[in-house]
């Protein structure tokens, strides 16, 4: 039953039920009422680790009562209207208690369940007298037919039941709630807890194995994802509990089972959102109202994607009239729907493309929300996440081969998606163990993913560029790696390490760096091109290395990608490069060096809206402009010749980003120049040479 709903979307310990419309006919009414009696009557007891008595407890009432009203069907094919009301809620107490058992019985969320012990326990005392008082509405109409003696007897003794039963918390229950507590204190007082005691608590929570554990990780991440904003304390709690499961995951198990620690299989969700992001346009990702990248994306009744914050203000200035801004539509319901799959893919989408998180940089409000998260963040989560750097960092360094590999790997996961943890395992000093251990063809693609999620915390990446010949190693397995998979993690690492201008220049100084990056813009596969493209992008930003990046062959190199490529990030991203190296003469030379081929390449981008955003037309007007302003006459003379660009440019003056706009109008003036000017002479830069700011 769990297995079936844990991917419907609801939250755990939520009851959202549909109340039977008005207009409903009483048998229609018992007849779903029947199907959900029987539903719940065929949960196995087994599945509930805890509450374990409330929730079978339920379970034998409910199916008394599919009993009742099965032989209240079969006895009555025509029953009167006036049972409506008492079947109407006993339908939504049965909704309701079938979502709490679906609660009860999931297999990523048994600790939380635990925990939430006391709050399980009222609520099933609050169902079963919403059952209780369902009955008592029924009794009154029930009257008026004739009735068989073992109907009613049925109906009294859920009555009697119903009121006796004392729904309280198990013993066992509270003795483990106990346990779970006592070593949260130990993590305040940084003590390390009797290994014991956790197997304890996970054996009797039925979390066996490391993958389990690991779905309960998992579950309490995106409980903390979803309430960043909302009530510190219950974050607080989440993510105190959460450094439990993560702590115990390290310690007590002492092998990641299967092929767990192949990192196809633990990031192939991550891996299918990449591929999902490929097929979708960015622009899609913005606030129809603000135009930003949405932080909290809302669906309204209409079908209709905001962020919240935006249309919030939409209706408050509409006052007691709310409307869809798209269609402008009167709304009857005005709820929000979090479209949590959609910001799921905002989050990834900024990651993989290097944009700081939209909350970071949308507004000041926004971005106090995410400090107050961050502050709501429990000093019990961040001591135990020391105790668990040491004590992964000890096993990197002492321990067996393979003990390193899982301790590689613990760091790779941990690191993944938390900035705490990353700050964690800096300070205890991982960083050097994990670039020695780039050496380890066994256990080198898990250090230099390790790496690439360590390189997220700003601090890390001095900590690499200062160890003696980090940098080089990073370069190495870019260009050397054991499989494409690690190639691709190195050119990410360096990518990171580009932001801290030390390491653009040692980067750019080793001679295998901007060739080993061109060879996986040539040889990667989507994500290997995307992270050496960024990673380039970033060694611009030191003069020295343009003249690097230019010989190595890059303009060609991104030429070939544009003519096959129609992933968006992509073409947006060898855009940028090429504008780039277009601000100087000798990278103008070589992008001219193709001639009208590259310049129709470049024109065709600008007309086609499929696989361009907005930020790709930004770029290819800029690269245009800073061709025709370094190329002269001779570049500008074989623009002229394209037929649809200046179409192209004046629906940029109207459609564009403000800077696309500018620059689109300053190309418009010197192309009509060009018109005025004399056919053979060499024309000389019209306009100031500008610098283009690079946005990612």
Request: with cysteine.
């Amino acid at each position: 039953m769990s297995q079936k709903q844990n991917g419907s979307g609801r939250r755990v310990l939520t009851y959202p039920a549909v109340h039977p419309c008005e207009s409903i006919s009483t048998a229609t009414l018992l007849n779903s009422s029947i199907n959900l009696a029987h539903f719940i009557s065929n949960s196995k007891p087994q599945s509930y680790t805890t509450n374990n008595r409330n929730a079978r407890e339920s379970v034998r009432q409910i199916r008394i009562l599919h009993i009742f009203l099965s032989e209240l069907r079969n006895s009555h094919p025509d029953l009167p209207d006036s049972l409506v009301l008492g079947l109407s809620e006993l339908h939504l107490t049965f909704q309701k208690l079938q979502h709490l058992l679906q609660d009860c019985s999931r297999k990523d969320a048994r600790l939380w369940m635990l925990m939430n012990s006391e709050r399980v326990a009222n609520q099933f005392r609050l169902l079963t007298r919403s059952i209780s008082t369902a009955l008592e509405v029924l009794l009154v109409p029930l009257e008026t037919i004739e009735l068989s003696l073992e109907v009613m007897e049925y109906v009294e003794l859920i009555l009697k039941q119903t009121g006796k039963t004392p729904y309280e918390v198990e013993l066992n229950d509270k003795a483990t709630m106990n346990d779970v507590l006592s070593v949260l204190n130990q993590f305040e007082y940084e003590v390390v807890p009797d290994k014991s005691v956790l197997k304890r608590v996970l054996d009797y929570l039925g979390i066996v194995t490391w993958g389990e554990c690991n779905r309960e990780v998992k579950f309490f991440e995106t409980e903390i994802a979803f309430e960043s904003t909302n009530e510190k304390r219950k974050v607080w709690f989440l993510s105190s509990l959460m450094s439990f499961v993560s702590y115990c995951r390290c310690v007590v198990f002492d092998a990641v089972e299967g092929n767990e620690a192949t990192p196809t299989r633990q990031f192939s969700n991550i891996e299918t959102i990449s591929e999902l992001l490929s097929s979708v346009n960015s622009d899609d990702f913005r606030c129809p109202i603000s135009l930003e990248f949405m932080v909290d994306p809302v669906t309204l009744s209409t079908g209709h994607t905001y962020d919240r914050a935006s249309i919030t203000k939409w209706f408050k200035a509409g006052k007691n009239i709310k409307t869809c801004p798209k269609t402008g539509q009167k709304l009857v319901d005005s709820e929000l729907v979090p479209n949590l799959l959609l910001k799921r893919l905002i989050q990834q989408y900024c990651l993989e493309n290097g944009i700081p998180v939209a909350a970071e940089s949308a507004s000041g409000r926004r971005s106090r929300d995410v400090a107050a998260a961050a502050e709501a963040r429990s000093s019990v989560a961040e001591r135990a996440m020391r105790m668990v750097a040491s004590y992964v960092v000890e096993r990197v360094e002492v321990g067996t081969e393979e003990e390193k590999n899982r301790a590689v790997y613990e760091i790779r996961v941990l690191s993944k998606t938390s900035g705490l943890n990353r700050a964690c395992f800096v300070e205890s000093g991982v960083i050097p163990r994990l670039l020695r251990l780039l050496k380890n063809v066994s256990i080198q693609e898990n250090a230099i993913a390790a790496l690439l999620n360590l390189s997220k915390y700003s601090k890390s990446r001095g900590v690499i560029g200062e160890c003696g010949g980090g940098v080089g190693l990073v370069v190495d397995v870019m260009k050397k790696g054991v499989n494409l998979s690690v190639r691709q993690h190195g050119a990410g690492v360096l990518f990171y390490l580009s932001s801290i201008e030390e390491c653009r220049r040692s980067i750019g100084e080793n001679p295998e760096a901007i060739p080993g990056l061109i060879e996986l813009i040539k040889e990667g596969n989507d994500r290997g091109k995307k992270n050496a493209l960024v990673a380039i992008f970033g060694l611009l930003l030191h003069h020295e290395n343009h003249c690097r990046v230019v010989a190595a062959g890059t303009v060609q190199a991104l030429v070939n990608l544009l003519k096959c490529c129609d992933r968006e990030d992509i073409v947006t991203d060898s855009l940028a490069i090429l504008a780039t190296l277009a601000e100087k003469h000798d990278g103008t030379v070589a992008v001219l060096r193709g001639g009208a081929l590259n310049l129709n390449l470049i024109v065709a981008i600008l007309d086609s809206d499929s696989c361009t955003s907005k930020a790709g037309k930004e770029y290819c007007v800029s690269l245009l402009l800073a061709l025709c302003l370094n190329g002269g006459a001779d570049a500008i003379a074989l623009l002229v010749k394209s037929p649809s660009l200046m179409e192209s440019l004046y629906s940029l003056l109207r459609e564009g980003t403000s800077r696309a706009s500018k620059k689109a109008s300053t190309l418009i003036r010197v192309l009509h120049g060009f018109y005025e000017s004399r056919p053979s002479g060499s024309m000389s830069p019209v306009l100031p040479q500008e610098r283009f700011i690079h946005a990612w």
